[in-house]
């Protein structure tokens, strides 16, 4: 039996390696780690809360002796870390909860593995899910990211990212502790929370509000399908070199102007409205601080090294995921209640 905590198991990305990792290895117990903020959601994982390998622990990963317990209790012999504050544009407005928990919290995380697998490194991982933003912005024609590019973050929350991958790697190269790492592009798909580009404007044109685009829309973003990008994690988690980083992306650049239109067309259609309808609510706003123009992710590594490919054609991938918020307003509604409410209306000035 191996004993996997997964961090951020309740967010976005988190929720769909537990259900991954659930069902394809029985005899794994997964233990899903989340403090449950505004971002994460129980609700992601109704079809594996049952499971007998499964379970959730409801702890802030800053929480040092809480964390030490939770290796004590469960055994713990793999860790793959997701939990973060993850949004940019939240870091800006408060960047002291990103070094706290991106930073700190990963800290007290290592820490905790390194005394507890003290003397028996032999077996065990600490896999941290990092992003491409680490490495900065790319001019428009600016080649790639790849795993040798220099580390020069931009905001705080990918400034936060970035330490808290050195810090990963000062753990490797001090104490032996082994360690992977992966810097993924951005990712689209079911049950993200609806601040981020693709879930608000559809959300958006279903409720015909506007679109607000940040600057020109010129700003360039490498997406892959949620799913492709769990399957991902998994290979690397069980084959990729110890101490080892991997880029993770699908060659699949958008801008986001043209990307914009992608999803009004697709929404349209799916809503039965008539080609172009939703158009006139794309907005342009005051453009994001210091907002990075290009991002770009060279996977080469990971596909010769380990055999890795997105499964989905971007066009199939936005479909689904299009679909999927239209039928899940419900969920929309529950996650967006609240504390999240006062947010938009406070960032854009518009309910
Ligand atoms: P998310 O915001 O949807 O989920 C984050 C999860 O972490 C939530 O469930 C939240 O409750 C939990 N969490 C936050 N603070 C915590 C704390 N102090 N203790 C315990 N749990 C806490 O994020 P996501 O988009 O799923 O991203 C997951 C990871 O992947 C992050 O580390 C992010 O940096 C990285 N990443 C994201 C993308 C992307 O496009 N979303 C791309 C590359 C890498
Ligand atoms: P986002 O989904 O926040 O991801 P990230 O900032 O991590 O790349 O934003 C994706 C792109 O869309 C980014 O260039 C900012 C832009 N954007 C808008 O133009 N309007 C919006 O309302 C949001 C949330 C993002």
Avoid at 274 to 284: A, D, M, Q
Wanted: proline letters at 3%; glycine letters at 8%; one cysteine or more.
């Amino acid at each position: 039996m191996r004993n996997i905590l997964i961090t951020g198991g309740a967010g976005f990305i988190g929720s769909h390696l537990v259900r991954l990792m659930v069902n394809k290895y029985p005899e794994y117990r997964i233990i899903n780690l989340d403090k449950l903020t505004y971002a994460g959601n129980l609700a992601n994982l109704k079809d594996v809360e049952n499971k007998s390998n499964y379970v959730f622990v409801k702890a802030d990963i800053c929480d040092f002796s809480m964390m030490q317990s939770v290796f004590t209790e469960y055994g713990v012999d793999g860790v793959i870390h997701l939990a973060a504050e993850s949004h940019v544009d939240r870091s800006i407005k408060d960047p002291f909860a990103f070094a706290q928990t991106n930073v700190m919290g990963t800290l007290s995380l290592l820490q905790a593995a390194k005394l507890a697998w003290e003397g028996k490194f032999e077996g065990k991982l600490f896999y941290h899910v990092s992003t491409d933003e680490v490495y900065g912005s790319l001019q428009p024609d600016g080649g790639f990211f790849t795993e040798k590019t220099k580390y020069d973050p931009h905001s705080p929350y990918s400034a936060s990212k970035a330490s808290s991958d050195h810090f990963v790697r000062a753990y490797y190269d001090t104490y032996g502790l082994p360690v992977k790492i992966s810097n993924c592009s951005n990712n689209y798909g079911s049950f993200q929370f609806p601040e981020k580009l693709i879930p608000l404007f559809i959300n958006n044109i279903r409720h015909n509000k506007e679109l607000p685009v940040y600057g020109k829309g010129e700003n360039v973003r490498d997406w892959l399908f949620v799913e492709d990008h769990a399957r991902a994690i998994d290979l690397i988690f069980h084959r990729g070199k110890v101490g080892d980083t991997y880029n993770i992306g699908g060659f699949n650049e958008w801008k986001n102007i043209d990307l914009i239109k992608v999803i009004i067309r697709v929404t349209d259609r799916l809503l039965g409205n008539p080609e172009g309808t939703s158009l006139h609510l794309i907005r342009h706003v005051t453009d994001r601080a210091g907002h990075d123009v290009r991002y770009a992710i060279d996977s080469t590594k990971l596909k010769n090294e380990l055999g890795w490919e997105p499964s989905l054609q971007f066009e199939e991938g936005i479909e689904k995921t299009v679909k999927w918020y239209l039928e899940n307003q419900e969920w929309l509604n529950n996650v967006t209640s609240g504390e999240y409410q006062q947010y938009y209306e406070k960032m854009y000035g518009m309910k």
